[in-house]
């Protein structure tokens, strides 16, 4: 089989209609699956005001509004109208990046038909219980991926440690890394500007630390506060800088009062404001891969990050930056410290972190679910014979 020969559906629980960073992962998959000939339909939610325009053919999904976080949508399943799109569509390749309703249909309808299924691992969802009061879910959560995962010809992972999570689950299916690039072209040391720093009331000589994601509190906006605060309480000196919109927004501003707020940029103004920072730090738990990380390592940044499934692998610790214990504020302060006050560090580490994030690109690495599509479909066809 050849690529051409490929008709994919993706199925997704957000493709376009809020920009995070998984549905961007998949648009940039599904360009380099077409470019090679593929033929792909994508099923999602959809919104009369999408966050961008969707990269390739997409059919509108079920969903409703999630209660308290009405920028995400929970698919409903498939519908009649899907189930007649994907017949006449007639994939050879089913593709579900999320564990939702709309996923398990799309499991049921690759058993049913005899079709070939993988799935790409995004979203820790288990660790945004913690961030809600809601711990007591999480065995429920884990046992509902465990199933769904389970359930694939292979799995698509974004990192060996995603992996290792994978099989401590109990999950049997064969685990593929599939990494993620990053765009060079806007995330580089030259993009570093000191005038527009300048602009936002930030010296030229002060040690800026900086965040980028959604505002939301599952993003470690809590320890990233304490920490900040830690830093401040020993009189480092330092300027904060969140780059980012979201329902916390309110909440963290007040947890760190003095901090630079630029808000939701996109394009070469979020590539400028990336160079622009001294220091990122990403506290967060629920990535599995953390594509900022390798952004602000592609700009020359150094990171200080949790000890988690988005920094392990990623960043060489001590190297690339510094990896802390996820709840150890003492040790975040102590990693931001010395990179604001040893200057020679900081900068060798950033000139490392560039240097790594080089050798991820785009086409290689999505290249990667392409070669495993055809490679599942093969296993399949020489275990029926």
Request: net charge neutral.
């Amino acid at each position: 089989m050849q690529a051409s020969d490929l008709r994919v559906a993706l199925f997704s629980g957000n493709y376009n209609y809020t920009r995070d960073g998984a549905n961007q992962t998949l648009n940039l998959l599904v360009g380099h699956l077409l470019s090679r000939g593929v033929k792909v339909r994508i099923y999602a939610p959809t919104s009369r005001t999408p966050a961008f325009p969707p990269t390739g053919d997409l059919v509108s999904a079920p969903s409703l509004k999630i209660p308290l976080r009405g920028e995400y949508k929970l698919t409903r399943g498939m519908g009649h109208r899907v189930r007649r799109d994907l017949d006449a569509f007639a994939p050879n390749m089913i593709h579900v990046s999320a564990p939702d309703r709309l996923g398990h249909k799309a499991l049921n309808y690759a058993e049913a038909h005899g079709i070939a299924s993988v799935a790409s691992y995004h979203t820790r969802f288990e660790t945004y219980m913690q961030y809600y009061g809601l711990n007591f879910l999480v065995p429920l959560l884990i046992g509902i991926q465990k199933r769904f995962y389970s359930r694939v010809d292979e799995v698509l992972a974004p990192s060996q440690m995603m992996g290792e999570i994978l099989r401590d689950w109990g999950v049997p299916t064969p685990v593929t890394r599939w990494s993620r690039g990053v765009n060079h072209a806007r995330f580089n040391p030259g993009r570093r500007d000191l005038a527009w720093r300048r602009s936002l009331g930030i010296g030229d000589d002060e040690i800026l630390v900086g965040f980028l994601g959604r505002l939301v509190k599952e993003k470690g906006l809590d320890v990233f506060a304490q920490a900040i605060r830690a830093l401040d309480a020993r009189g480092v000196k330092h300027r904060t800088f969140v780059v980012g919109e979201g329902p916390a927004k309110d909440w963290f501003a007040q947890q760190v009062p003095d901090a630079v707020f630029a808000g939701f940029l996109t394009g070469d103004d979020l590539g400028r404001a990336v160079a622009s920072m001294d220091v990122f730090f990403n506290p967060s738990l629920t990535e599995t891969f953390g594509n900022v990380t390798l952004e602000a390592m592609a700009a020359g940044v150094p990171v200080v990050a949790a000890r988690a499934s988005g920094a392990v692998g990623l960043i060489d610790d001590g190297v690339t930056g510094l990896i802390v214990p996820p709840t150890d504020i003492s040790g975040y302060a102590d990693a931001l410290q010395r990179f604001c006050e040893d200057d020679a560090f900081r900068i060798a580490a950033g000139a490392a972190g560039h240097a790594e994030a080089a050798t991820y690109q785009w086409d290689r690495i999505n290249q990667v679910v392409l070669d495993t599509y055809l490679r599942v479909i093969e296993r399949r066809a020489d275990t029926a014979e």
